[in-house]
């Protein structure tokens, strides 16, 4: 590669310097040296081919041992993996090929020596741009924007001379913005649209939430939470830059939305459990005031937005009190729409008047406002009685009747989005048992397709209507395995028994042994993610598998041996092995997916959820391997037999909050448990005499209960923190494991290329 006269190399936000050993990410140096940093220089030297553990042990660990090589090579690839911002399961940059070794998938660009730019030059902003200075641009604005007014006077005077030419009066942080995206996308807007999609972080920094496009698509606001005092707020970031204007430092604002004319940002404030209406400049209010033309035109006699607006406002909702955060702004500039007590309002900018726009049917409330692209309808969340589905609807702001478009299989947790075209809807939904993006036609509502770049868990979409981008927020977050005590002797609280098994929402699967010595997991800390085991406390942990892409540990009845399932490129395969030696067992050996493994209560079967009849139903197969039997014929999923091994109870669907039902084992009725609301199809355990489960209830809380089967009823044991994804228990039911998610931290994503 640098046979070509280049040392540097470009591939999504992320630049390298061969020579100097530096790696950048949007102009930000990130600390990668050592054995981390050469194993991305090998791959970056052979891209999309196959880099051996062998080629690699021999390049950089030449005279260690094959066991220190092995633990040493898995580590520096997880310090690559992390200041990457990649994922071993859904790699972006750096792709796992098991035991084999690792291949670089991202497409590379290599950078030619930069231009030295004239002295004289470097005052013209225009002359900067063409000459790809973006970089040394961008923080040369930056500085304008933090010095004071006495030592940028001339500079200030060359920049307000150019803006004067557009007759647009922003602040100087957004016309280096500006200047600096037409600088590095001029002359490649053409061959955008051939380019797939590429999703990327909007920010080097973590903590962010709900971010809003500004109309041009340029500008992003969100909300930022930060641990210093007066650093929590609203702000706002160019796309493609790391600088930041700051323009509310209240912790408690949420929601920002832009005006049509990009120049207020609207936002909810929280204080004393009463949320409020908010409008700032979207400038902060730093730019020269407005002159009297260029004034807001949605004004308003209760709050004058003239050129004399500089500061924030509070807007009043004629009595109505906001109960949501979320907020809307008409793409006409006429409505702010908000959720009341009685439905979705809307705020007009022009009298100050509040009108009703839907009006949501007992038990149920609307919130989560959303404008079509014409203005005409506003999209809303409608969420019924507990137990009903979540639906999207629609009201025309004139008031009338209102449509509902479709209703979701799972709960839906932000605010939906138009497509830009206004045919079809982006909303995050948890269907899966957890929070993602998802997509649905309005020609066809009951299809819906997940957004795969968003990966999980995501919320808080948000669509530029011009630009092609799409926004979102993910939750980076480790999880831990926790225990509680159920014998009444003892007090209920959990205790902490792995922690950070998991960079992902997919692990950690907690399963205790049959005997109760062991316990088995899920955990990419080696780089993959695999099945892992150790004591019942979490001590004394190893790793079993080696496959990649390993989930959903079962024991078998005598606590020697562990089923599982792996994703292969033929579609997902149920493994079993042997924790005293030997290789994986495949046990379905066709193309069809097969996923969530559990034995027999005898160990002579193997069940598993497969899709191979047209829709996801329970089958089995025996343990040493043969023909699978299939065992529901109405729907199943996630299937567990009972002790005495009499019947088999499953999940009715890999949604969430799914029914359980039952079935005998040797075939026959199937029948559900009116009783038993698990919140996943994972975190319910059949034990000794019922169904140990945990699902939300009323107040959102998390309930861990017990069914009685032979009584028919449930009792409450404890409340969580949160409904986990996973339960495991012992065979009494004295204990059980789940997961709970340790440090977290909410990144907003960027999708370029978004159609």
């Known amino acids: 590669?640098?046979?070509?006269?280049?040392?540097?190399?470009?591939?999504?936000?992320?630049?390298?310097?061969?020579?100097?050993?530096?790696?950048?990410?949007?102009?930000?140096?990130?600390?990668?040296?050592?054995?981390?940093?050469?194993?991305?220089?090998?791959?970056?030297?052979?891209?999309?081919?196959?880099?051996?553990?062998?080629?690699?042990?021999?390049?950089?660990?030449?005279?260690?041992?094959?066991?220190?090589?092995n633990h040493g090579l898995n580590a520096a690839v997880n310090k690559l993996r992390?200041?990457?911002?990649?994922?071993?399961?859904?790699?972006?940059?750096?792709?796992?090929?098991?035991?084999?070794?690792?291949?670089?998938?991202?497409?590379?660009?290599?950078?030619?020596?930069?231009?030295?730019?004239?002295?004289?030059?470097?005052?013209?902003?225009a002359v900067l741009a063409a000459a790809g200075e973006s970089i040394a641009h961008r923080t040369n604005f930056t500085r304008k924007v933090t010095s004071t007014a006495n030592g940028d006077t001339h500079r200030r005077s060359v920049v307000a001379r150019y803006l004067m030419g557009t007759g647009v009066f922003l602040s100087l942080f957004f016309a280096a913005a500006l200047l600096f995206r037409t600088s590095s996308s001029h002359g490649t807007e053409s061959s955008a649209r051939t380019t797939m999609e590429h999703t990327r972080p909007l920010l080097a920094i973590s903590d962010t939430d709900t971010p809003s496009f500004s109309p041009d698509g340029n500008f992003v606001a969100f909300f930022r939470e930060h641990s210093q005092p007066g650093e929590s707020g609203i702000y706002v970031t160019a796309v493609g830059s790391d600088q930041l204007v700051q323009l509310t430092s209240n912790g408690n604002d949420r929601n920002p939305v832009w005006s049509p004319d990009g120049r207020w940002i609207a936002f909810t404030r929280l204080v004393h459990q009463s949320y409020s209406i908010h409008l700032v400049p979207a400038d902060g209010g730093a730019e020269e005031k407005r002159k009297a033309e260029q004034s807001v035109t949605a004004t308003s006699a209760a709050f004058q937005l003239t050129s004399s607006s500089t500061k924030e406002h509070e807007l009043p909702t004629g009595g109505v009190e906001p109960i949501h955060s979320e907020l809307d702004w008409s793409p006409d500039g006429k409505f702010i729409a908000f959720a009341g007590r009685s439905g979705i309002y809307a705020l007009s900018l022009e009298d100050s008047t509040v009108r009703r726009v839907s009006?949501?049917?007992?038990?149920?409330?609307?919130?989560?406002?959303?404008?079509?692209?014409?203005?005409?309808?506003?999209?809303?969340?409608?969420?019924?009685?507990?137990?009903?589905?979540?639906?999207?609807?629609?009201?025309?702001?004139?008031?009338?009747?209102?449509?509902?478009?479709?209703?979701?299989?799972?709960?839906?947790?932000?605010?939906?989005?138009?497509?830009?075209?206004?045919?079809?809807?982006?909303?995050?939904?948890?269907?899966?048992?957890?929070?993602?993006?998802?997509?649905?036609?309005?020609?066809?509502?009951?299809?819906?397709?997940?957004?795969?770049?968003?990966?999980?868990?995501?919320?808080?979409?948000?669509?530029?209507?011009?630009?092609?981008?799409?926004?979102?927020?993910?939750?980076?977050?480790?999880?831990?395995?926790?225990?509680?005590?159920?014998?009444?002797?003892?007090?209920?609280?959990?205790?902490?028994?792995?922690?950070?098994?998991?960079?992902?929402?997919?692990?950690?699967?907690?399963?205790?042994?049959?005997?109760?010595?062991?316990?088995?997991?899920?955990?990419?800390?080696?780089?993959?993610?695999?099945?892992?085991?150790?004591?019942?406390?979490?001590?004394?942990g190893f790793q079993l598998s080696a496959v990649g892409a390993a989930g959903t540990p079962r024991w078998s009845p005598d606590s020697l041996s562990v089923a599982f399932d792996v994703t292969t490129p033929n579609g997902a395969k149920i493994v079993t092995m042997?924790?005293?030696?030997?290789?994986?067992?495949?046990?379905?050996?066709?193309?069809?997916?097969?996923?969530?493994?559990?034995?027999?209560?005898?160990?002579?079967?193997?069940?598993?959820?497969?899709?191979?009849?047209?829709?996801?139903?329970?089958?089995?197969?025996?343990?040493?391997?043969?023909?699978?039997?299939?065992?529901?014929?109405?729907?199943?999923?996630?299937?567990?037999?009972?002790?005495?091994?009499?019947?088999?109870?499953?999940?009715?669907?890999?949604?969430?909050?799914?029914e359980i039902w039952r079935v005998p084992a040797e075939g026959g009725q199937e029948t559900p448990l009116p009783l038993v609301h698990p919140g996943t199809w994972a975190s319910w355990q059949v034990v000794k005499g019922g169904i140990l489960f945990v699902g939300p209830s009323l107040g959102h809380r998390a309930v861990l209960s017990l069914y009685d089967i032979d009584r028919q009823r449930t009792t409450t044991i404890s409340v969580l923190d949160r409904v986990p994804f996973w339960l495991g228990a012992t065979p009494d039911g004295s204990t059980v494991a789940f997961d709970q998610p340790g440090q977290e931290q909410a990144q907003t994503m960027l999708v370029d290329n978004f159609r």
Not at 101 to 123: C, H, L, N, Q
Request: glycine content about 10%; charged content about 20%.
């Open 578 to 658: 042997n924790l005293h030696g030997g290789g994986p067992l495949t046990l379905t050996q066709d193309a069809f997916h097969s996923v969530c493994p559990s034995w027999s209560h005898d160990g002579k079967w193997v069940y598993f959820a497969s899709p191979r009849s047209g829709e996801w139903q329970v089958w089995k197969v025996p343990a040493e391997g043969g023909t699978p039997v299939q065992i529901t014929r109405h729907g199943g999923h996630a299937a567990l037999e009972s002790p005495d091994g009499k019947y088999v109870y499953y999940a009715k669907t890999p949604m969430a909050e799914p």
């Open 1 to 69: 590669m640098t046979g070509n006269g280049s040392n540097r190399v470009k591939f999504g936000p992320f630049e390298v310097d061969l020579h100097t050993r530096e790696l950048w990410k949007f102009g930000t140096r990130l600390k990668l040296v050592g054995q981390p940093f050469e194993i991305l220089a090998v791959l970056l030297s052979k891209p999309e081919q196959l880099v051996t553990r062998e080629e690699l042990r021999a390049r950089l660990w030449p005279g260690d041992t094959f066991v220190d090589f």
């Open 359 to 540: 009006d949501p049917p007992p038990m149920s409330e609307d919130w989560g406002p959303s404008f079509s692209p014409d203005s005409r309808r506003i999209m809303f969340v409608r969420n019924r009685e507990i137990g009903a589905p979540d639906e999207i609807w629609a009201a025309p702001i004139t008031g009338g009747e209102g449509v509902r478009m479709f209703s979701e299989r799972g709960r839906i947790g932000s605010t939906p989005q138009w497509s830009i075209d206004g045919n079809s809807v982006i909303f995050s939904s948890n269907r899966n048992g957890h929070p993602a993006l998802w997509r649905v036609s309005l020609d066809a509502p009951g299809s819906a397709v997940e957004i795969a770049q968003a990966g999980s868990p995501a919320w808080d979409p948000s669509v530029s209507r011009r630009g092609y981008r799409l926004a979102y927020e993910r939750l980076l977050r480790s999880m831990s395995i926790w225990q509680m005590n159920l014998s009444e002797s003892h007090e209920k609280h959990p205790f902490l028994t792995v922690s950070a098994t998991s960079d992902t929402d997919q692990g950690p699967g907690p399963q205790f042994s049959p005997d109760g010595k062991k316990l088995a997991y899920m955990s990419d800390r080696s780089g993959t993610m695999e099945i892992w085991v150790s004591n019942s406390d979490g001590s004394n």
């Open 82 to 125: 992390e200041a990457l911002s990649d994922s071993a399961e859904n790699p972006r940059y750096v792709e796992t090929l098991p035991r084999r070794g690792y291949r670089f998938v991202a497409a590379i660009e290599r950078i030619d020596p930069k231009p030295v730019i004239p002295t004289a030059a470097t005052s013209n902003p």
